[in-house]
């Protein structure tokens, strides 16, 4: 079965300073996907980043970097030059390959970026 | 762009009470999702789709039902609701999870009393 590990219930960070919210992951298949989303406190969900498994390169997205180690099952979102604005719930999740479909989710991170 | 469109936005039931949770998506998405969050507990895949007329369970099916007869929406029943569904419901859509990003609606406040 797929799981989705995210052990920072809460993280702070100072304004412009970097931060990295940790994901491991754990699944059988050699084809899947990982994601991350913002939550901010207004509740809607924001698609941040996405990489696949057999992606070679980290991906990346402006500010925003996955961190990909395929040995090690684990997927960190870093953010470079946090801005207020970043303060928000953090999800990390992972789909299936093949035709299974589902997307899980890890529990979140709550992120506090202080000026 | 109406995107992933959920209806209610808030709703406040009785136990035992039934409804269903009505989620429309214009983007021709294949893959459609339920998901309930609650405090601490991340988003937990009720159910989800894969193309029409077809569902699967996710990690906490039990006490809800699903159905998709028609591609662009996906409904979500509770047959007799309890307070443990007190929850914020989520659907999502996207076209093919395997590279692609799903599209969320603004979320459901439920609330059984």
């Excluded at chain 1, 509740?43 to 402006?62: K, P, R, V």
């Excluded at chain 1, 099952?73 to 390959?97: E, H, P, R, T, W």
């Excluded at chain 2, 998901?35 to 991340?42: E, I, T, V």
Aim: charged content about 15%; overall charge neutral; hydrophobic content about 30%.
């Amino acid at each position: 079965a797929q799981k989705i590990t995210q052990t920072q219930p809460g993280m702070f960070v100072q304004e412009k300073e970097a931060v990295t919210l940790d994901c491991t992951y754990d699944t059988s298949d050699p084809s899947y996907g990982l994601f991350w989303y913002k939550q901010p406190s207004s509740g809607e969900m924001i698609f941040l980043i996405y990489q696949g498994s057999y992606d070679q390169q980290n991906a990346t997205e402006g500010r925003y970097s996955l961190n990909f180690q395929k040995a090690r099952k684990s997927a960190n979102l870093v953010i470079s030059a946090s801005q207020l604005g970043d303060s928000a719930m953090y999800f990390c999740a992972m789909s299936g390959g093949g035709s299974q479909g589902n997307l899980i989710f890890g529990k979140g991170t709550k992120l506090s970026v202080k000026p | 762009n109406a995107g992933v469109t959920q209806t209610p936005k808030f709703r406040v039931l009785k136990t035992g009470q039934s409804m269903t949770l009505l989620c429309a998506q214009d983007m021709n998405h294949e893959y459609m999702y339920w998901y309930r969050q609650d405090p601490g507990m991340g988003l937990r895949l009720i159910h989800y789709s894969v193309g029409e007329g077809t569902t699967a369970k996710g990690e906490v099916p039990d006490g809800y039902n699903v159905s998709r007869l028609k591609k662009q929406n996906f409904l979500l029943g509770l047959e007799s609701a309890a307070p443990s569904q007190t929850s914020v419901y989520f659907c999502a859509s996207s076209y093919d999870i395997g590279d692609t990003e799903a599209f969320f609606g603004q979320g459901t406040r439920l609330t059984v009393v």
